[in-house]
């Protein structure tokens, strides 16, 4: 059975309307997953949860969802697909004008999520460029991955974005001890969904089973060592964050939105 990091447990089910595709889909990724597969029958999905014990179910149909605590997360690329319509408006985009990326640039974004702004970094560096994103909680990983390798064909330069966005699973304060100095342009952390203005079921899902730990300044040092260009940090304009961090550059956003930086 399916385990995460906080020692929640899923199981694998189809949609209702189910057909023989879907039942495989979900079979197969049970066995990826390590999880129970169950028939789903006419049951709801908290009747399942209820008679497998478990907090959350992996449903297979159309597109992947994750059903827990009465709420249900499906991938979506989310305010990437207009960022890079902006983009392609020749409109500025605020972060990565305080990155200042350039075509063939690499990028650790440190806390992915949904990996919205790793998609918009990825068609920023180009195809010559590199984006890792790297998420703490399994269960969001796994769904982002599967979103990602989806694409999105009717919009080709979103769709070749993310394609090019590899995900990892695990801490960045581990995977930051582990690379060596330099090995990446730009590092950023969005730690913003923990108290985010923005209202939505898939936001609110990843506010509850997502990392919620503040940033250290042992993490941002460690950031500085391996960034060639600059340590970038998003937090709501007023906040103390840029200032405990020692992040000495402030530029303002949408939504009082606020990406605090270090130059290198």
Request: aromatic residues 10%; hydrophobic residues 40%.
């Amino acid at each position: 059975m399916i385990h995460d990091s906080n020692t929640r447990t899923a199981v694998v089910t189809t949609v209702i309307k189910t057909t023989p595709a879907f039942i495989s889909k979900a079979q197969e990724l049970a066995e990826e997953l390590g999880a129970p597969f169950v028939l789903r029958k006419k049951y709801s999905i908290p009747v399942i949860q209820e008679r497998a014990q478990v907090e959350a179910v992996f449903v297979c149909g159309n597109r992947l969802e994750l059903y827990m605590n009465g709420q249900m997360f499906f991938y979506h690329p989310g305010m990437a697909t207009i960022r890079i319509k902006r983009l392609l408006r020749g409109e500025e985009d605020p972060l990565l004008r305080i990155s200042q990326l350039q075509a063939g640039d690499t990028v650790l974004d440190c806390t992915a999520g949904f990996a919205s702004d790793a998609i918009v970094f990825a068609y920023a560096v180009g195809r010559e460029g590199k984006v890792k994103g790297i998420e703490s909680e399994p269960w969001i990983t796994y769904l982002v991955k599967k979103g990602l390798h989806m694409g999105y064909p009717e919009f080709p330069e979103l769709d070749e974005a993310m394609r090019r966005v590899r995900i990892c699973q695990g801490s960045h304060e581990e995977h930051l001890a582990s690379l060596p100095d330099k090995s990446y342009d730009i590092v950023y952390f969005d730690p913003m969904f923990r108290r985010t203005v923005a209202q939505s079921a898939g936001i609110d899902l990843l506010r509850e089973i997502g990392n919620d730990h503040p940033l250290t300044t042992d993490t941002i040092r460690q950031a500085m060592r391996v960034a060639r260009k600059r340590v970038i940090v998003k937090e709501r304009f007023f906040s103390s964050e840029f200032e405990r961090l020692g992040l000495t550059k402030v530029e303002k956003g949408a939504m009082n939105i606020a990406y605090g930086y270090i130059d290198l």
